[in-house]
């Protein structure tokens, strides 16, 4: 008689455990509230893989103008490698209350500066998941589209401290306000690297490793600002504006490597966008959509880069910089003749005032327009002199 009891209250315990014990819930993105002061005004999104443990990887994904925390979450691809990998994914969200096109602003001084506004949220939702997910603090990573992108630079700039990596997919290098969306700037590496170097004074590294995408057809961010980028970010890290590896991966990419520590992805033919590869292979990834374009998952060859995947190709020793000739030759290289107008949005030439000067020379080409053709000659690395008749 006791074991008949025995065994009921056994049953009995059982079933109320299994009643009120509530069950796991599937992981999913999630709003987060009260994670810091949000002088910015944002607000955060999460997404934690089940039995993620402590000491992962944290990923902080920038959506683009006039999308949001779940269009990126559910086209990007991230939720498949944060789960294959093992990473927590931070998802900041504008609001149209701040930008009529919910566009981060990264063009605003308020929002780009370490301390205050937009960028200081973004780090106050990196606190919140080391504190929060225990994500390792040596393993923050960084990336976006578009306005995302370029908030994407921001966050490098203003807080080099906190991330371990980034990728700016079409996006713009820093504090070049919205000037750079349409033409080419004429300024050297050093000028590019000064303004990275002014966000933080005193800063001396170690500074993240930066991955850039761009697709060549890009109309809506001229694809001039791939190289300004690269510019900027290998004068930054120290190293030379000349590849140390050129290579080709899927989706007609040309993927060019500077020192191990920064890579220029150029997708061939692809518009404004982030490249996806819908598909179930390790490499492939996301899904289609506005601004979402097939061709190559980037998302998992930032993940690779950033040594999320267990290797990093290409690697990442870093060789000695080299010093660009201070004299750039007038002689010798590619020559390429175009409008005016083209040559700006080529990152070859720059206009002020409606007049069309050669980048690196300065030399007048007359006014900004399709009109006028001329024939520059690449002597050196973003430095072009006029070559008409002459090649």
């Known amino acids: ?60 994904a920038l959506h683009g103008c006039t999308q949001s925390a779940s269009d990126y ?14 990473a927590a994914l931070v998802f900041p969200e504008q609001t149209s209350a701040n930008n009529a096109l919910s566009c981060f602003n990264w063009f605003t001084a308020g929002d780009i500066a370490r301390g205050g506004g937009e960028a200081l949220s973004i780090k106050q939702m990196v606190d919140y998941a080391v504190a929060h997910y225990g994500s390792n603090p040596s393993k923050v990573f960084v990336t976006g589209l578009s306005a995302g992108g370029a908030m994407t630079a921001v966050m ?10 980034g990728g700016v997919v079409a996006g713009l290098p820093y504090n070049c306000g919205t000037v750079c969306q349409y033409q080419a700037q004429s300024k050297t590496p050093a000028q590019w690297g000064n303004l990275v170097r002014a966000a933080n004074p005193g800063y001396a590294g170690p500074w993240p490793r930066v991955a850039i995408w761009y697709g060549t057809s890009d109309t809506t961010v001229v694809p001039a600002n791939a190289t300004e980028l690269r510019d900027q970010w290998t004068n930054v890290l120290g190293v030379s504006q000349t590849p140390t590896n050129t290579d080709s991966l899927p989706g007609s ?35 289609t959509g506005t601004y979402y374009l097939a061709s190559i998952c980037s998302s998992y ?57 050669a980048n690196g020379s300065n030399q007048a080409m007359g006014l900004w327009n399709v009109l006028i053709t001329h024939t520059l000659r690449r002597t050196a690395d973003n430095y072009y002199v006029l070559a008409d008749g002459q090649c």
């Open 301 to 357: 060859y930032l993940a690779q880069f950033w040594g999320l995947t267990g290797t990093t190709t290409p690697p990442t020793t870093t060789p000695p910089a080299t010093t660009p000739p201070t004299t750039p030759p007038t002689s010798g290289g590619s020559c390429f003749t175009a409008s005016n107008y083209a040559h700006t949005v080529a990152g070859r030439a720059h206009q002020s005032g409606g007049y069309t000067y």
């Open 73 to 86: 979450y559910g086209h990007a691809g991230w939720p498949k490698y944060a789960d294959l990998y093992q």
């Open 1 to 60: 008689m006791y074991r008949r009891m025995w065994w009921s209250l056994v049953a009995a315990v059982l079933l109320t455990a299994a009643v009120v014990a509530p069950a796991r819930a599937a992981a999913t993105l999630t709003e987060v509230t009260g994670f810091g002061s949000n002088p910015g005004a944002l607000r955060m999104y999460s997404y934690l893989p089940t039995g993620l443990a402590n000491n992962r990887p944290l990923v902080v």
């Open 253 to 287: 990419t040309t993927r060019e490597t500077y020192g191990g520590v920064v890579q220029l992805n150029r997708v061939q033919g692809i518009a404004h966008g982030t490249p996806v590869a819908p598909g179930s292979a390790e490499s492939q990834c996301g899904t």
């Open 156 to 165: 490098l700039a203003a807080y080099p401290d906190v991330f371990a990596g």
